[in-house]
């Protein structure tokens, strides 16, 4: 298992595009598989397009009957494989939020099954070894029925979407069929590729008093002749392979990323949270004194603070062997005389630190070093 990271619970959009509409089963032949697109950067599925049947692995449904409100299935190829494998072994657990019994109907904002929360729905889909420690996404319960007479699920049929470790890692999109007549949808995971980091803040870095530009691409897993539509929650749309959004500093934005197939007509659709933020502390540039001199008349303090981001200085303090606050002029400089203190011998060693706070909040320094004749009182 991979390392706890903390992530924001939000709803996502389920990035699956459905071959049909249907909650209940449809004229065709009853089927038994198990499906996932994996994106490439996902964990459990490694970017693999997987599908099983009951060829390849057995299907043992577990903990199912009337009214439960967890369906789970091992499949793998124990009983099949040669000696010394290879091996195929996965798990798909899906549950109801509160003890419920688990009905056709969607369940968003899932998490990892069995730590889910009571209000929350469960689900974890791992296999081959690999697993989330955090798992992140929703599934839709199609077609779920019992055997009057056993007991024991007779029919089910499942699509879900999860990401590992946090919301915004690469999904893995897949479906669970079981005696279901409910044909398997096109399986299309859309990702939106943003290359900027995020900052402290977990936004990205304004650049100016505007905010930021964060560009992004789209690609995706499965599907293909693949068309890319992108829109904001603030109201911009556009299309095509890359898209640009100009955050505000402060501002929280949605981006949304359709990727759907021209031939089918079958579309998924993904989300990401954009926000800009500024964590770039005041440049500060000490003009004079000159760090390293030796003045034999008490020198001026000449300062020139910026910020390229706010713009705003909201506080400059000077430590000459103790703190004072001066106010800058309007070409953002500070002009003072310096007063001798603490000599030592002939001259006075004299540290002077300036530090400026802008508007946001952070915090830059400089510091210059000068000797001053002790006579300069």
Request: proline share 6%; aromatic share 8%; with cysteine.
């Amino acid at each position: 298992m991979r390392a706890i990271i903390a992530s924001i619970l939000l709803t996502i959009a389920l990035p699956i595009a459905y071959a049909s509409a249907a909650s209940t089963p449809t004229s065709g032949a009853a089927q038994t598989l198990f499906e996932f697109v994996s994106a490439s950067g996902d964990y459990v599925g490694q970017g693999q397009t997987v599908v099983l049947t009951p060829a390849q692995v057995t299907f043992n449904p577990q903990g199912a009957s009337a009214g439960t409100s967890v369906v789970s299935f091992f499949m793998n190829n124990f009983s099949m494989a040669p000696p010394g494998g290879p091996y195929i072994d996965w798990t798909v657990d899906l549950a109801a939020p509160n003890g419920a019994p688990l009905t056709v109907g969607s369940y968003p904002n899932a998490t990892r099954y069995p730590f889910q929360a009571a209000n929350v729905p469960g689900l974890s889909i791992y296999g081959d070894g690999r697993g989330c420690n955090q798992d992140f996404g929703q599934f839709q319960v199609l077609e779920i029925a019992f055997d009057p007479s056993s007991n024991t699920l007779s029919r089910f049929a499942a699509d879900f979407v999860q990401t590992c470790e946090s919301l915004s890692a690469p999904p893995l999109v897949g479906a669970i069929r079981y005696n279901s007549s409910i044909p398997p949808p096109e399986l299309i995971a859309p990702i939106i590729n943003i290359a900027a980091m995020r900052n402290a803040t977990g936004c990205y870095e304004a650049t100016s008093p505007a905010g930021t530009l964060v560009e992004a691409s789209a690609s995706a897993a499965g599907g293909a002749n693949l068309e890319y539509t992108w829109s904001t929650s603030t109201g911009l749309t556009a299309s095509g392979a890359t898209f640009a959004v100009q955050v505000d500093l402060g501002q929280t934005a949605t981006l949304f990323l359709t990727a759907t197939d021209s031939v089918t007509g079958k579309a998924a659709t993904t989300t990401a949270q954009l926000c800009s933020s500024d964590t770039t502390p005041p440049t500060i540039k000490i003009i004079s004194p000159v760090s390293g001199e030796a003045y034999h008349e008490l020198p001026h303090l000449n300062v020139k603070v910026s910020d390229v981001v706010d713009k705003r200085i909201k506080q400059v303090s000077v430590a000459i062997g103790e703190n004072a606050e001066y106010s800058l002029d309007h070409f953002e400089q500070l002009r003072t005389v310096l007063t001798a203190r603490h000599a030592i011998g002939d001259m006075i060693e004299t540290e002077i630190t300036v530090t400026a706070t802008d508007a946001s909040g952070n915090t830059g320094q400089a510091s210059v070093n000068v000797l001053i004749e002790k006579r300069l009182r």
